[in-house]
């Protein structure tokens, strides 16, 4: 016969384990309730805010595949890295092939070709799949700023460079197709949405229209008071975005027979610095938001129709070079002279 102390002991031993669970079920419940939840994500991302880290110099540049699973960035270090969007946003690969500074960096439309702009004088083109390097554009004598590809029709490349010149290339051919004499260095270059013209900036301040079938300048828009750092025209192809060293940035109409004064727009807030980096610019996909570098650390976002800055991002410990919007989701990836990436969703 088992004594009584014994055997309240021993229902003891039987109960606890069916009461232990109940007790931290609770203590559960009552710590998810006392633990803060975060913002709602609205993106894919495997985190709200990634960091890239492994270029080993300043990042100038860093794009977006058309199709948004992967960007590719460069700068100071020569090498472009090539790094998944989504999961453990691996770089999944190293791009080597330019002996000098990489300045810009630009995808093709269909996202299949990757051009890069380098101080080494030079253009690669490279095969998004593959990363192999399937062309080297020679022709400038001085740093290459700058590089577009055309949206649509043949496979044309414009170039801005320190030589004072805009170059057209047709990547089928070896030497540049023609050369736009410029008095002063070019900083950035892009086309127009039909492609028969290229539109540069650079350290005269004034934006240039360079017209294809005439080879010859048709127009310039005056307004800004220092160099002009990027160009990016938006994604329907009726407004150009310029940011300058004067501290704005401004939005151009570019549409044929608009206005004669085509600046319609003027932004403020981000900065550039002693440093004179070429601080780029970008819309997002649908033109509702505009981004842009700035000299003071911060990544800004603002709303294209009222003006207002949606977002001053902080994170970077070095001027951001380059901020560009995912194709797809409100994602922006920001470069900064930190030699460091941000990946980040904006709500």
Not at 106 to 120: K, P, V
Request: contains cysteine; hydrophobic residues 35%.
């Amino acid at each position: 016969m088992i004594e009584p102390k014994k055997r309240a002991a021993e229902m003891a031993l039987v109960q606890a384990p069916l009461k232990r669970p109940r007790d931290e079920l609770v203590a559960t419940t009552q710590s998810q309730q006392l633990m803060p939840t975060g913002p709602p994500r609205c993106s894919s991302l495997q985190a709200p805010i990634i960091l890239l880290s492994g270029h080993g110099g300043e990042v100038y540049c860093c794009k977006f595949h058309p199709n948004g699973a992967s960007l590719a960035s460069s700068g100071y270090d020569r090498l472009i890295l090539m790094w998944n969007v989504y999961g453990e946003c691996e770089n999944y690969a190293t791009l080597k092939g330019h002996s000098g500074a990489v300045t810009e960096l630009q995808y093709n439309t269909d996202g299949s070709l990757l051009f890069s702009a380098s101080t080494d004088k030079t253009v690669c083109i490279w095969d998004a799949e593959t990363g192999e390097r399937v062309k080297r554009l020679k022709g400038h004598t001085s740093i290459v700023n700058s590089c577009h590809p055309a949206r649509r029709g043949p496979q044309l490349v414009c170039t801005g460079s320190d030589d004072g010149t805009v170059q057209l290339w047709d990547i089928r051919k070896k030497a540049s197709v023609h050369t736009f004499q410029n008095t002063y260095q070019v900083l950035s270059v892009t086309f127009n949405d039909t492609s028969d013209q290229i539109i540069s900036g650079g350290i005269d301040n004034d934006i240039k229209v360079w017209d294809l079938r005439q080879n010859k300048l048709i127009y310039s828009m005056q307004g800004h008071g220092d160099s002009v750092t990027g160009l990016s025209l938006s994604a329907e192809g009726s407004y150009l975005l310029s940011n300058s060293m004067d501290n704005s940035l401004r939005v151009w109409d570019v549409r044929p027979f608009a206005p004669k004064e085509r600046c319609v727009k003027v932004l403020q807030g981000s900065t550039h610095n002693f440093e004179k980096n070429l601080l780029r610019c970008s819309w997002s996909p649908d033109g509702s938001k505009i981004a842009a570098g700035s000299a003071d650390r911060f990544v800004y976002v603002w709303d294209t129709t009222s003006r207002r800055i949606l977002y001053k991002l902080p994170g970077h410990a070095g001027s951001v070079n380059e901020v560009s919007f995912h194709p797809e989701e409100p994602i922006v990836v920001s470069g900064s002279s930190d030699k460091r990436l941000y990946m980040g969703e904006i709500r």
